[in-house]
């Protein structure tokens, strides 16, 4: 199998965000008078944020969902200094269009934070193309995200590898038909990713690097 595509989560999977984002949240639940643990949010991290919303927070109505999200942009925001990417995360993207292999980013975040993500990872010169939740009127697990990354990067699923951190990523990539390898740097377990599709799991992007020959 050829493989012309790798299609990249990026919150926890390339950058150090999850942590920023569980905390983000957390502030926004609390000040609407609505605490929620932060394990909740974390196992909710990667999903649509409307589902993550009422996964965590239950029904409610528009507007106040609709606040939720833009408290969260606020923090995420106030917090974006402590963005950082994983080692090996720029190298590894370079490393894969090197091979003329075309990089793909494919996330759930907004594009307004897929634009402080990318500035953390310091490797735009190695993305061929990007999709965020902005694209799409749902994200992953839906696999919407990953068939707009795919006609981005003029490929199909059997040419394509999915990067990610959560089993939201890997439930997207078999509904896209693509294989998937997990990453374990944005908090979820080797077993919850295997179960949800993952072929391989690694430690993070440095050693994801050192196996990318074998891989593609």
Aim: charged share 25%.
């Amino acid at each position: 199998m050829t493989i012309r595509t790798v299609l990249f989560d990026v919150d926890g999977t390339l950058v150090d965000s999850n942590y920023l984002h569980i905390d983000a949240w957390q502030r926004a639940f609390a000040e609407l008078g609505a605490p929620v643990d932060a394990w909740r949010i974390h196992r909710a991290l990667g999903r649509d944020s409307g589902q993550l919303l009422h996964e965590v927070a239950g029904e409610r109505d528009d507007e106040w969902n609709d606040r939720a999200r833009a408290l969260h942009a606020q923090h995420l925001q106030e917090l974006a200094p402590r963005l950082r990417a994983f080692g090996g995360a720029a190298d590894l993207l370079r490393a894969v269009a090197d091979r003329g292999i075309r990089v793909v980013l494919a996330t759930s975040a907004a594009e307004d934070e897929l634009a402080m993500l990318r500035r953390a990872i310091d490797a735009d010169d190695a993305v061929h193309a990007s999709t965020s939740a902005d694209d799409v009127d749902e994200a992953k697990p839906d696999p919407g995200i990953l068939q707009i990354a795919l006609s981005r990067a003029d490929a199909t699923a059997a040419e394509a590898l999915v990067v990610g951190d959560s089993v939201w990523d890997m439930t997207a990539a078999g509904r896209a038909q693509i294989r998937s390898v997990g990453v374990l740097c944005g908090g979820v377990g080797a077993a919850e990713l295997t179960e949800a599709g993952a072929q391989e799991v690694f430690d993070g992007p440095a050693a994801l690097l050192e196996a990318l020959d074998r891989l593609l």
